[in-house]
C-alpha cells in the first residue's frame, strides 16, 4: 500500500502555477522545502514552495 506517500507540488512563489508534482513520503514535514525550478510562464528560473 502507498499510503505513507502523499503527492505534494512545487510552485512558483511569482505566479503561484504549479509547475512540478512530486512525491513525498508523509514523514516529511511539508512546507520546507524551496527550490530554484524554471518556470514557463515567468519563462525564467524562480523560487518554487512545496505546497499540497
Ligand atoms: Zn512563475
Given at each position: 500500500m502507498a499510503k505513507d506517500r502523499v503527492i505534494s507540488h512545487l510552485s512558483c512563489e511569482?505566479?503561484?502555477?504549479?509547475?512540478y508534482t512530486q512525491v513525498v513520503t508523509r514523514q516529511r514535514k511539508l512546507g520546507d522545502l524551496k527550490l530554484s525550478k524554471y518556470c514557463s510562464r515567468c519563462r525564467e528560473h524562480t523560487l518554487h514552495k512545496e505546497t499540497k
Open positions: 511569482k505566479c503561484r502555477m504549479r509547475n
